[in-house]
C-alpha cells in the first residue's frame, strides 16, 4: 500500500526569491511599459502597449514558475502583489520625475499613449497576479500527489530484489473465499501446508 506524501510546506528560500523576482519585475515592466506604438495621430490613434503587453506577459510567466516551483499559490500572490506595491509606487511618486504617467483627464489629453500604457500596466499587475493565483491553483490540483516510494531510492529497492520477497511471500499463500490471500506460514517440521 502506498501513502502519498502532503504538499510542500513554507520553504523561505522560494519565499525570498519570489520577493526578490517580485521586486525585479516591478522595475523591469516599469521600464518595459514605457514602448507603445501609436497608429495615426498622436492625439487620436490608436495606441498598443506592447511594452506594458510584455511586461505582464513576462510577471504571468514568472509568477507561475514560482508557484509550480512551490506548489503553492502564496509565494505566487506574494511575487505579484511585491510587483503591483513597485508599480504603484510609480504611479503616485511625487513630482515631475515619474517613471509612469497617472491617470487624469488633463494627461490622457495631453498623452493618450503613455497614460494608457501606465493604465495598462498598473491593472494589468493586479489582473496577472489574479489569473496566475487561479492557474496555479488549478494546475496544483490536477496533478497528482507523489506516492510514497516513487523516488530512485525506492525504485533501487525493487531492482535489488523486493519484488521478489513479495512474489515469494504469494507463493506461500492461498486465497480464501472472498478473494483475500490467507498466510498459513511454514509448518512446524520447516515445510510450507497447503489445504
Known amino acids: 500500500m502506498t501513502t502519498a506524501h502532503p504538499r510542500r510546506g513554507f520553504r523561505p528560500v522560494l519565499m ?12 523591469l515592466g516599469t521600464a518595459l511599459h514605457a514602448g507603445i506604438w501609436v497608429i495615426g495621430e498622436t492625439q487620436g490613434g490608436l495606441v498598443l502597449p506592447w511594452g506594458a503587453a510584455l511586461a505582464l506577459l513576462i510577471c504571468l510567466l514568472a509568477q507561475l514558475w514560482i ?28 513630482g515631475a520625475d515619474q517613471l509612469a504617467v497617472p ?7 495631453a498623452l493618450p499613449g503613455p497614460t494608457i500604457a501606465s ?3 498598473w491593472f494589468g499587475s493586479v489582473g496577472v497576479t489574479f489569473v496566475s493565483m487561479l492557474a496555479v491553483r ?58
Open 138 to 195: 488549478w494546475l496544483i490540483a490536477r496533478e497528482p500527489l507523489p506516492a510514497e516510494g516513487s523516488d530512485a531510492g525506492a525504485e533501487a529497492g525493487v531492482e535489488d530484489g523486493v519484488e521478489a520477497g513479495v512474489a515469494d511471500r504469494a507463493e506461500d499463500s492461498t486465497a480464501d473465499s472472498t478473494g483475500a490471500g490467507v498466510d498459513f506460514g511454514p509448518a512446524p517440521g520447516g515445510t510450507v501446508t497447503r489445504p
Open 16 to 27: 525570498g526569491l519570489a520577493i526578490g523576482i517580485g521586486a525585479v519585475l516591478g522595475v
Open 67 to 94: 508557484g509550480l516551483r512551490a506548489d503553492s499559490v502564496v509565494e505566487s500572490t506574494t511575487m505579484g502583489v511585491v510587483t503591483f506595491s513597485l508599480v504603484t509606487v510609480t504611479m503616485v511618486w511625487p
Open 103 to 109: 491617470y487624469s483627464a488633463e494627461a490622457m489629453q
Open 119 to 121: 493604465l495598462v500596466w
